[in-house]
């Protein structure tokens, strides 16, 4: 009968591999966007949503996280 014991697996979250990962918005630097990149952003965002990286692909020296972060601290 032992043979049907199961064993209990702790739920994750798939977003996160590491408590080290997760960052409070509090913790974040504001990014500043001259009004050609803020432009380009938010027309890009209009075009593709989230795609952070292919948006960053377009703004030379600005990363995927970068344009997230902006995104996040000025229009939610």
């Keep these: 009968m032992d043979?049907?014991?199961r064993t209990?697996?702790?739920k994750t979250n798939p977003f996160l591999t590491?408590?080290?990962e997760e960052v409070s918005s509090l913790e974040w630097q504001a990014v500043n966007m001259n009004q050609e990149e803020e432009d380009?952003?938010?027309r890009m965002?209009?075009?593709v949503s989230d795609?952070?990286?292919l948006i960053a692909g377009r703004i030379?020296?600005?990363t995927?996280?970068?344009i997230e972060r902006f995104w996040v601290m000025k229009y939610n």
Excluded: C
């Design 51 to 53: 795609r952070w990286e």
């Design 3 to 5: 043979k049907h014991l």
């Design 64 to 66: 995927a996280a970068e």
């Design 45 to 47: 965002h209009k075009l």
């Design 18 to 20: 590491s408590s080290s």
């Design 8 to 10: 209990k697996q702790t």
């Design 40 to 42: 380009l952003v938010r």
């Design 60 to 62: 030379p020296g600005r």
